[in-house]
Each structure stands twice: as C-alpha cells, then as structure tokens.
C-alpha cells in the first residue's frame, strides 16, 4: 500500500487500519504476534503517524494490544471471551428483532426502504451460503461481516450496528485460528444467514425467533466443544 499524496492522513489510517484487520481475519497475522509501529510503516511504504492511529483505532476496536515497551500485538481471545460475545450478540439480537417487528407498520418490511435493505442483504446471505457450502473462510467472513452490517439497516440506530459490528470482527478473530487448515470446517460453521432473511421477508416472528436460537444455540455448543478441547487450541493444547 504504497503511500500517495491523493490520499489524505485520514483516508490511510483508515486503509492501514483495514489491511491489518484483514490479515488478521485472514490468518496471516496470527494471534499474540508482535509487531512495531515501524515495521507496519516500513512494510506499507508510509510515515509512521497514520500507523500508529489505525493501530490505536484497532486496540480500541480490541483487535490488539499495546504495550509501551514493545509495541503491539494481536490480542489471543478466550473461549470464555467467545462465550461472552455470543451472550451479548444474543442480548442484542433479541432486543433489536423485537423492537422491529412491535414497533414497525405491518408492511413496513416489505416496502421501502426496508424491501431495499433485504434485497442487498440477501445477496450477501446467497453468497455466504455458497462459501459454507465449499468451506471458503476467505469469502465467508467478507460475506458475514457485510450480511449483519447491512442488515443494521433494522435497527435504526448507528451505535447498536458498530456494536454488533464489532462483536462479529471479534468473534471471526477468534474462531479463524481453529478453522483455517481444518478439513471438516463446514462443520463447524453457522448457515442461517438466507432462512432469517426470508423469515424477516415474511414478517414470521416465530420463524426469526427460530433462527435466531438456532444461531446462538450454534455459537454456545461450539464454545462448550472447544472448551473440552475440540479441536485443541491451536499451538497451545486445549482451550
């Protein structure tokens, strides 16, 4: 990422800042991995002080972890850390869904600008489930992180939709050191993203509810396989 005097201070701390929260998702950088301010700014080709922001945004993010001695580095989440972010999400989620479906016109969902939303949300749920269906992290993770940001467009409320955003980056950071290499990774992953597009689609509260369980049902059942070590943590034996 080559520096470029189009791009203002701004605008690169926010692609610095991208690039490493994907190569985090990627695998590539891999959790406890340390790194200075200096060598991410040698490696992209660019000044030290858009650097060092995108690296305090993402430690605000809780992406990574400083240290005033040695840099920072990418910070290692628990299972109990995981557990934790499914109960959130599930608190969110519940509440979110409910005040939508008790607060809106009947028709609401189906028109508007809430028809747009599901239309583009159910794109990102039709190519997420293709990426399950061949176990591509690559793909799934983009589609996943793009599903739920878009399908903010419910909430009506900006900070709920960072929020939930931030718990989904956090919870793929997490879960890509288990997955990446893992020949049964289908498995392993959640694929309800097209069945609650459709039950919002159809105003089905019960249908929502349903899928909605399934999915945090599904992210409690995989926190108690791992915390008994299934599969094992990676490099450290069991989680």
């Not at 701004?10 to 959790?31: C, H, K, N, Y």
């Not at 840099?71 to 519940?94: I, K, N, P, Q």
């Not at 249908?207 to 999915?215: C, E, F, W």
Request: proline share 4%; glycine share 8%; net charge negative.
């Amino acid at each position: 990422m080559p520096a470029s005097g189009a791009v203002n201070r701004s605008t690169l701390r926010q692609q610095i800042a991208g690039a490493l929260r994907d190569e985090v998702l990627a695998g590539r950088m891999r959790p406890r991995t340390e790194f200075t301010v200096k060598q991410i700014a040698e490696q992209y080709g660019v000044s030290a002080t858009p650097v060092r922001e995108a690296l305090f945004d993402l430690s605000a993010q809780g992406l990574l972890e400083s240290d005033q001695h040695r840099g920072f580095r990418v910070r290692e989440f628990s299972v109990t850390d995981y557990r934790a972010m499914v109960e959130a999400r599930a608190l969110v989620l519940d509440g979110v869904f409910r005040a939508v479906f008790e607060g809106a016109d009947p028709d609401a969902v189906r028109t508007g600008e809430h028809a747009a939303a599901l239309a583009s949300v159910r794109r990102r749920a039709e190519e997420a489930a293709r990426a399950v269906r061949v176990g591509d992290l690559d793909i799934l993770i983009g589609y996943d992180l793009r599903f739920w940001r878009e399908l903010g467009a419910f909430f009506g409320n900006p900070y709920i939709a960072d929020f939930m955003h931030r718990l989904r980056v956090q919870a793929w950071v997490f879960a890509v050191p288990y997955l990446r290499g893992d020949a049964d990774v289908c498995d392993w992953l959640w694929n309800g993203h097209q069945e609650l597009v459709e039950a919002l689609t159809a105003r089905d509260t019960a249908a929502v509810r349903s899928v909605l369980d399934a999915y945090h049902a599904h992210g409690l059942n995989w926190a108690d396989r791992l915390a008994a070590g299934d599969p094992p943590h990676p490099g450290h034996g069991t989680a």
